[in-house]
């Protein structure tokens, strides 16, 4: 008895400590109320950290669980019980474009540093109490607020501006009859982040559907600072996939099921090094998600590593194919349209290279199987003197895009 008073004590002062930091909303505090959400926490913490084959310690303070490939959350979901597990990709996309004269940098996941996962493992980022205790809801942990996503069709669309929810972006957009996936290399930065619960990060959009009926069904995948998240502002790797629109399916990283993890090499959501420096030397990274044609699944590529697959099961629009690819960049805030956290760099597009953050080499796969250049893109941002976007088609660089800012400035609101 004396051990679980203490424990609701503990509890008491976690939840008073988060509130008045700002990082949870109202909830009732009743002794039954918290007995009831340790419950939850619990449960929730039991079905995330599956049992480990080996443990890593990473110096960044991430616990690295290597799980049983075969053990991984994906499979609990309805749909994915009886799936056999495709190792690899049937069909690479043809017409992959690289830099012939551009010197590249190897990155590299901080977990590194400690260890590696034995074969027929795969590396899960362990979910701590510490990270639910931050979440404003227990059933709401690891998932995006409902159309967080820019507007895809502005003039049937007549909700509340993303503005107003939190959420700025600067963005290119393309729309296509049908396609299959993108490519693209992602500049690397650490932008600064105003406060807990903001958030900041470059990614594409592979989108079908829309918010009409909350059909929207998007895979996403790039880089993320998010304290609230994952407790620090280390630069991440992350996913996301949702096929209604955000109301209740799809989350980040592992923390739903879906996502089906086949490498030992990389952990989604684990933090990456090194980053780009203002005026010095600049980091990069690949990312490839494509639908192979063969066995209907959506493949992730890190640089030159086969991370996984979203099966097509779990999808209702993208199980046939996209119709709009987005890149570019994302902040959060409740503050939003006042917020200091910075978008990529945190510079404006007109700075340029080594100063401006960038997406380059910017393709789509197409119905058969090839990566082109796309270079017919709209933008869409809120704000453009908070956040912004250019884009252009040079060289080596093939199609890119500079994009970000400061946030709050003379100018901005």
């Given at each position: 008895?004396a051990?679980?008073?203490?424990?609701?004590?503990?509890?008491v002062?976690a939840?008073?400590?988060?509130?008045?930091?700002?990082?949870?909303?109202?909830?009732?505090?009743?002794?039954?109320?918290?007995?009831?959400?340790?419950?939850?926490?619990?449960?929730?913490?039991?079905?995330?950290?599956?049992?480990?084959?080996?443990?890593?310690q990473?110096?960044?303070?991430d616990?690295?669980?290597?799980?049983h490939?075969s053990?991984?959350?994906?499979?609990?979901?309805p749909?994915l019980k009886?799936?056999t597990i495709?190792?690899r990709?049937?069909?690479?996309?043809?017409?992959?474009?690289?830099?012939?004269?551009?010197?590249?940098?190897?990155?590299?996941?901080i977990?590194?540093?400690?260890?590696?996962?034995?074969?027929?493992?795969?590396?899960?980022?362990?979910t701590?109490?510490e990270d639910?205790?931050?979440?404003?809801?227990i059933?709401?942990?690891?998932?995006?607020?409902?159309?967080?996503?820019?507007?895809?069709n502005?003039?049937?669309?007549?909700?509340t501006?993303?503005?107003?929810?939190?959420h700025?972006?600067?963005?290119?957009?393309a729309?296509y009859?049908?396609?299959?996936?993108?490519?693209?290399t992602?500049?690397?930065?650490?932008?600064?982040?105003?406060?807990?619960?903001?958030?900041?990060?470059t990614?594409?959009?592979?989108?079908?559907?829309?918010?009409?009926?909350?059909?929207?069904?998007?895979?996403?995948a790039?880089?993320?600072?998010?304290?609230?998240?994952?407790?620090?502002?280390?630069?991440?790797?992350?996913?996301?996939?949702t096929r209604?629109a955000?109301?209740?399916t799809g989350?980040y990283?592992l923390?739903?099921?879906?996502?089906i993890?086949?490498?030992?090499?990389?952990t989604?959501?684990?933090?990456?090094s090194?980053m780009?420096?203002?005026?010095g030397?600049?980091?990069?990274?690949?990312?490839?998600?494509?639908?192979?044609?063969a066995?209907?699944?959506?493949?992730?590529?890190?640089?030159?590593?086969?991370?996984?697959?979203?099966?097509?099961?779990?999808?209702?629009y993208?199980?046939?194919?996209?119709?709009?690819?987005?890149w570019?960049?994302?902040?959060?805030?409740?503050?939003?349209?006042?917020?200091?956290?910075?978008?990529?760099?945190?510079?404006?597009?007109?700075?340029?290279?080594?100063?401006?953050?960038?997406?380059?080499?910017?393709?789509?796969?197409?119905?058969?199987?090839?990566?082109?250049?796309?270079?017919?893109?709209?933008?869409?941002?809120?704000?453009?003197?908070?956040y912004?976007?250019?884009?252009?088609?040079?060289?080596?660089?093939?199609?890119?895009?500079?994009?970000?800012?400061?946030?709050?400035?003379?100018?901005?609101?």
């Open positions: 008895m051990a679980t008073r203490a424990c609701l004590v503990a509890l002062v939840l008073t400590f988060l509130f008045m930091e700002g990082r949870v909303t109202a909830e009732p505090t009743s002794a039954g109320s918290l007995v009831q959400r340790r419950r939850e926490m619990g449960s929730l913490l039991r079905r995330l950290n599956k049992p480990p084959i080996a443990s890593i990473s110096p960044d303070g616990v690295i669980d290597c799980v490939i053990k991984q959350p994906a499979f609990d979901h749909l009886n799936h495709q190792m990709p049937s069909y690479n996309p043809r017409g992959m474009h690289h830099d012939s004269n551009i010197t590249t940098h190897a990155i590299t996941q977990w590194h540093q400690n260890g590696t996962c034995p074969e027929n493992t795969i590396p899960i980022r362990r701590k109490e639910l205790l931050r979440a404003s809801s059933r709401r942990f690891g998932k995006k607020m409902p159309r967080s996503i820019p507007h895809l502005p003039t049937n669309d007549t909700d501006p993303n503005i107003l929810r939190g700025q972006h600067a963005v290119a957009s729309q009859d049908k396609c299959y996936g993108t490519k693209s992602f500049n690397l930065w650490k932008p600064w982040i105003a406060r807990g619960n903001d958030f900041s990060l990614q594409f959009w592979i989108t079908g559907g829309s918010y009409n009926g909350n059909n929207l069904n998007t895979i996403e790039g880089w993320q600072v998010y304290p609230n998240l994952y407790s620090d502002s280390n630069t991440r790797l992350f996913i996301y996939w209604d955000y109301q209740s989350c990283n923390l739903c099921s879906g996502f993890q086949t490498s030992n090499q990389i989604i959501g684990g933090s990456i090194p780009s420096t203002y005026g030397t600049q980091y990069d990274i690949d990312i490839l998600v494509w639908k192979d044609q066995g209907g699944n959506w493949w992730l590529q890190v640089g030159g590593d086969y991370v996984g697959y979203w099966p097509s099961s779990i999808f209702s993208l199980a046939d194919s996209a119709s709009t690819i987005m570019g960049g994302e902040v959060f805030s409740p503050d939003a349209g006042q917020t200091s956290t910075h978008m990529g760099s945190g510079h404006f597009p007109n700075e340029g290279f080594g100063k401006a953050s960038h997406i380059k080499n910017i393709q789509v796969v197409d119905s058969s199987n090839c990566l082109n250049p796309t270079s017919d893109v709209g933008f869409i941002t809120e704000q453009n003197n908070c912004n976007v250019q884009s252009d088609t040079y060289g080596d660089w093939g199609t890119y895009i500079y994009y970000g800012g400061p946030g709050n400035n003379h100018n901005c609101p």
